[in-house]
Each structure stands twice: as structure tokens, then as C-alpha cells.
């Protein structure tokens, strides 16, 4: 909902004051069938009535439950219904009195509506990249946070706290300092919190990763296997693994080249099991690889490599362990032991 919305009741436009005033008549208690009949003809004699009508439900709905607060309520049932424009017999200047009075009551309804509506709910947004996208954002407070490849984020923003929820994917934050707002990043395994420092998350096989680049963070795992509620800390330079795979969340030291290095669009592996190695590239695009033959589950790579050059990845399998690709369909290459070819 924006503050443009209010322009339905706050013009000249006697289209739209007589809109509201049909719209605050409509939720009258002693609205009379002759008076639903008027308004029905009203609604029928311009497509335009109808458009405006309905667009100014669409704002009343924005307001979702608060639309029935008190002081709403009271500034629509403060019109005058004897002098409601429903009859032929109504002189003109009357019609237009009331159309006027019930337009401004109801602009008043909506803003003060709006305006308790905003105090107190967050600004909510969410956000997404595509297979291979990767996005930077800058958030109301200042903050950074880049996304990687398929990757979902809400960001709920309140005078009070700045609530980010990872939903899956990695995202690395750039936190602007403020004290008295804490930037909590909730994932599916525990919660970080932090006030203003550098940290990427990444959700993923019913793990979560946790590397702190600068700062500080305290990091609160909700894993039903350890002891739910201990909060652990984390200096620069650290990494925490929690989720299902961790009986108990695991802090390590950081890789830091290895952990951001998705950052400049590289993937970099460290004696990594040819499987894990895999399932990052299949994470950057539409062409995945698979493993046709299980003995070359205990591979280890070690390497730099481009998350959009997965061809060269396999290049490079195919030089160091005289492995084969064989092309499944459009999209999909399969690796074999050189015997098999």
C-alpha cells in the first residue's frame, strides 16, 4: 500500500467523492434497499463508476483488520444519512454537500487508517533470484545484502527490529550500524543476530553455513537434537555448521576465499568430495551434472573454477582423473570411469 493511494478521495474529481461517499453509505447500518438499488444504477451508468468503486475497495482491503478500528469507524458513521443523495427529490447543491461531507469523512477514515496501519506493521518485501542470477540489494536501513544464484529472501523492517528470513539459497550481508534495531537473519536451523557487520548464510541439504567475514554475531540454532536457545558466539574469521547434518552446531575456522568467492562468480574447492563439488555448479544452471558410476564418489577436487563454466569443469575432471561425460538428453551430462566410454 502506498500514500498514492489516497488520491482516490483528496481530488475535485466528483467521480471519486461520490465513490466514497457510495462506499461509506454502503456500509451504513440502516442502509435501505431503495438506497442499494441507487447506488446499483450508479455503478451501471459509466464503466468509470465501477473502476473508481473498486479501486477504493482495494485500499479499504489494504488496510486489512485495523479498517474496523475505532476511530475509522467513527468518521463513517459520523455521515449524515438524512442527507444522503438517494432520491430524485434531493436538490443538486444538497447531492453535491453530501457527497462532499461523506468524501472528506472517508479521506480522513483512510489516512487514519493508513497511518495506524504503518505505525505498527513492518515493511515486508521479499526477494528472489533465477538459476545463475546473482543480485545486490540495498536495503531502507542502508544495508547491503547480496544474493546468489536461486536464492529466496523476505526482509520485514519495523521501528523496533530489522527481521530477515532466509528461505533458501545464500545471501551474503553488509550490515549498516544501528544499535537499537537488531538485524536478526532467521533460517529453517536457528536464528543470527547482528548489529552491524559482514556475514554470508547459506541454507542448503538440511544444513546451514555461517560465515563471519567482520564483527560480531550471536547466532541462536533451534536444532531439536542439541540444546535448543544456546546462543553461541562468533568472531571474524569463524564459520558455523548447524541443521539436521549437525547433531550439535560445529564452529570452525572460515575458508575465507573458499566461502565468498561466489561473491566475483567463482566456486573455489579444497580436497572438496566430487559430489559436493557437483552439486554446487548444478546450483548455477540448467545444465546439471550426474554421477554414472559410484567409485567416482571418492574423487576429491581441489580447484578455481567459474560458476557459468561448468563444460570447463568438466574439462578439467576428464584431464586430472581420465574421467568421460556422456550427454543425456539437452541438459544433462553424465560421468563415467574412461572404461566405460
Not at 447506488?39 to 479498517?67: I, T
Not at 476511530?71 to 447543491?93: D, K, N, V, Y
Amino acid at each position: 500500500m502506498t500514500m498514492g493511494k489516497l488520491n482516490i478521495a483528496s481530488t475535485n474529481d466528483p467521480v471519486r467523492h461520490t465513490a466514497a461517499a457510495w462506499f461509506a453509505r454502503m456500509r451504513a447500518d440502516d442502509v435501505s434497499e431503495r438506497e442499494r438499488r441507487e447506488f446499483q444504477r450508479w455503478l451501471a451508468e459509466e464503466p468509470r463508476h465501477r473502476r473508481v468503486y473498486e479501486h477504493l475497495e482495494m485500499l479499504w482491503s489494504d488496510l486489512g483488520a485495523h479498517a474496523g478500528a475505532q476511530e475509522i469507524a467513527t468518521r463513517l458513521h459520523a455521515i449524515p444519512t438524512r442527507r444522503f443523495p438517494t432520491g430524485r427529490q434531493r436538490s443538486p447543491r444538497r447531492h453535491v454537500a453530501a457527497w462532499s461531507v461523506a468524501a472528506l469523512l472517508l479521506m480522513a477514515a483512510l489516512v487514519t487508517g493508513w497511518a495506524f496501519w504503518s505505525i505498527s506493521q513492518p515493511t515486508s518485501n521479499l526477494y528472489t533470484t533465477a538459476t545463475g542470477e546473482r543480485r545486490t540489494l540495498v536495503l531502507q536501513d542502508g544495508s547491503h545484502v547480496t544474493l546468489d544464484t536461486d536464492t529466496r529472501l523476505s526482509v520485514a523492517f519495523s521501528p523496533r527490529t530489522r527481521e530477515l528470513t532466509l528461505i533458501h539459497g545464500r545471501a551474503f550481508f553488509h550490515v549498516a550500524k544501528d544499535p537499537d534495531r537488531p538485524f536478526l537473519v532467521a533460517t529453517s536451523d536457528g536464528i543470527v543476530r547482528a548489529t552491524g557487520t559482514q556475514f554470508s548464510v547459506y541454507e542448503h541439504n538440511d544444513a546451514v553455513e555461517v560465515t563471519l567475514v567482520e564483527g560480531h554475531l550471536i547466532v541462536t540454532p533451534d536444532n531439536p537434537t542439541s540444546h535448543r536457545g544456546d546462543a553461541i558466539a562468533m568472531r571474524a574469521g569463524q564459520r558455523l555448521l548447524m541443521g539436521k547434518g549437525y547433531p550439535n552446531p560445529r564452529l570452525e575456522s572460515a575458508q575465507a576465499n573458499t566461502d565468498t568467492a561466489w561473491l566475483s562468480g567463482k566456486l573455489v574447492f579444497n580436497d572438496a568430495p566430487l559430489p559436493s563439488a557437483i552439486a554446487e555448479f548444478n546450483r548455477y544452471t540448467t545444465d546439471k551434472i550426474v554421477i554414472g558410476d559410484d567409485s567416482l564418489r571418492s574423487i576429491h577436487v581441489t580447484g578455481v573454477f567459474r560458476t557459468d563454466d561448468n563444460r570447463g569443469f568438466i574439462d578439467a575432471l576428464k584431464i586430472s582423473y581420465g574421467l568421460s561425460a556422456i550427454e543425456r538428453g539437452t541438459n544433462t551430462m553424465v560421468l563415467v570411469a574412461s572404461q566405460r566410454k
